[in-house]
């Protein structure tokens, strides 16, 4: 899961992002408005975690731009306020939950699955494609009747083909969909997660859904 963390607070955004991406997500840190809303515009992620005090521009106006442009992504409103009227606020710009510092990292935990769930629920439920079968809710995999056990960076990688089955997606695309931004590593990685997702899905049952259009990219099958 890939969260964006919009927070001015340089040692609470550290401690988050730790926290975080010791339960397995991606996290890329923002640490003003500006950078959040330009982050959120340049990368895809599953939960947006945003401050509502921020310098260069605020939670509210952030949440309100993302949702003016079409950005339907699940956002967790972060602030030290308390009060009904800057919950209401914060719904009314289109955040979907709320949390208040100082704040239990559990409960923050519980929350962002929470969101990513009922945004899985609104989207087609699983993904049928190149053979196999991909529910995004519950992070599993089917070919036939037998279950895949994939890593979760793995699952990220097969669910961002998945989504886009039929469609040639080059290594750019899916490192900046699945790895955290600004990843300094080799492009080749994602050559590597395929290889073994290959070994998952595909070799032990003698098919070939992952395509390797050579010089740019890889398409997942759309065929049943």
């Known amino acids: 899961m890939k969260v964006l963390l919009v927070e001015d607070d340089k040692r609470l955004a550290a401690t988050v992002k730790r926290g975080l991406e010791a339960e397995h997500f991606t996290v890329d840190v ?3 408005g500006p950078d959040g809303l330009w982050l959120a515009t340049e990368s895809i ?3 947006i975690v945003l401050d509502i005090m921020l310098p260069g521009r605020n939670g509210y106006q952030v949440c309100a731009d993302l949702r003016e442009a079409g950005d339907w992504t699940p956002i967790l409103m972060l602030t030290a306020k308390d009060g009904d009227l800057d919950e209401a606020e914060a719904l009314d710009t289109g955040a979907d939950d709320y949390v208040t510092k100082p704040f ?20 087609p439920g699983v993904i049928v494609a190149g053979g196999i079968v991909v529910d995004p809710g519950r992070r599993r995999v089917w070919r036939g009747g037998t279950e895949i056990e ?6 990220d990688v097969l669910e961002f083909l ?3 089955a039929g469609r ?13 931004f600004g990843f300094e590593g080799d492009l080749n990685i994602v050559e590597v997660y395929v290889r073994r997702i290959r070994a998952r899905i595909d070799d032990p049952f003698g098919c070939r859904s992952i395509s390797t259009i050579r010089g740019v990219g890889y398409r997942l099958e759309d065929e049943t």
Do not use: H, M, N
């Open 150 to 155: 994939l890593t979760a960076r793995q699952f």
């Open 168 to 180: 040639v997606v080059s290594k750019s695309e899916i490192l900046d969909g699945v790895w955290e």
């Open 30 to 32: 923002a640490l003003t």
């Open 162 to 164: 998945a989504k886009r």
């Open 104 to 123: 239990s990292f559990p409960v923050l935990v519980s929350r962002l699955r929470a969101l990513t769930r009922r945004a899985a629920a609104i989207e």
């Open 45 to 47: 992620y599953d939960v």
